[in-house]
């Protein structure tokens, strides 16, 4: 079976640190991407990667960078964490080329908070 | 810009009725998918069902099924025969392909499904 795993699923930090959220997929897909939840606001895309060491910006970049140095792994990064940016954290996946109808994959959420 | 509608924040439903959760979306491409998706509390999404912009039939999956009105811009997902396991966040999504680029998808803000015993 398809398979996203996030490597936390709760996480509390501190306003200033820097933390790490690592996302990884074993269905060898190009395309990865992260996604902030908020209620009444559904999903909103941070950023995305279609290849390895290639990044796109999606809706809501700011405060955030990202990493993809292996195909199956995609890492979200907030450089210095603030309130705001307590969230839902999704990351998800799906293969590159004509597959407009293949859903995206998703990993179980990493809920964060920081304090 | 492409937006998705979904104007019921919150509903509830008997168990075993039927019940139809409404999406509305905004795209000038001919060529576009839609997706609805369950968030259980738990968290993750699930995957239900895909309607694509040139499919002449309804999309229909085990008791998921699309009321799909294209010239309405309207995408209602039909769960019949409610069950408890039923309650959760369901979102309604949006990708367009135009193919000249990463064809993004877009997702609306969600609607909560109560399902009463």
């Known amino acids: 079976d398809v398979k996203v795993t996030q490597s936390s699923r709760y996480l509390v930090k501190r306003t200033g640190e820097k933390v790490f959220l690592e996302c990884v997929q074993d269905m060898d897909h190009e395309n990865m991407f992260w996604y902030r939840q908020d209620p009444g606001l559904g999903l909103r895309l941070i950023y995305f990667s279609y290849d390895v060491k290639m990044k796109e910006k999606g809706d809501i970049p700011e405060g955030y960078s990202v990493s993809r140095e292996k195909k199956e792994r995609f890492s979200l990064i907030l450089e210095s964490a603030s309130t705001n940016q307590t969230s839902m954290y999704l990351c998800a996946s799906d293969p590159w080329g004509d597959y407009s109808n293949q859903p995206q994959h998703f990993g179980d959420g990493t809920r964060l908070s920081i304090l | 810009a492409q937006k998705i509608t979904q104007t019921q924040p919150g509903m509830f439903v008997q168990e075993k009725e039927a019940v139809t959760l409404d999406c509305t979306y905004d795209t000038s491409d001919p060529s576009y998918g839609l997706f609805w998706y369950k968030q259980p509390s738990s968290g993750e999404m699930i995957f239900l069902i895909y309607?694509?912009?040139?499919?002449?039939q309804n999309a229909t999956e085990g008791r998921y099924s699309l009321n799909f009105q294209k010239a309405r811009k309207s995408a209602n997902l039909v769960i019949s025969a409610s069950q408890l396991g039923d309650s959760a966040m369901y979102f309604c999504a949006m990708r367009e392909t135009m193919k000249t680029s990463y064809d993004k998808v877009i997702f609306g803000p969600g609607t909560s499904l109560s399902v009463i015993p």
């Open positions: 309607q694509g912009s040139y499919d002449q």
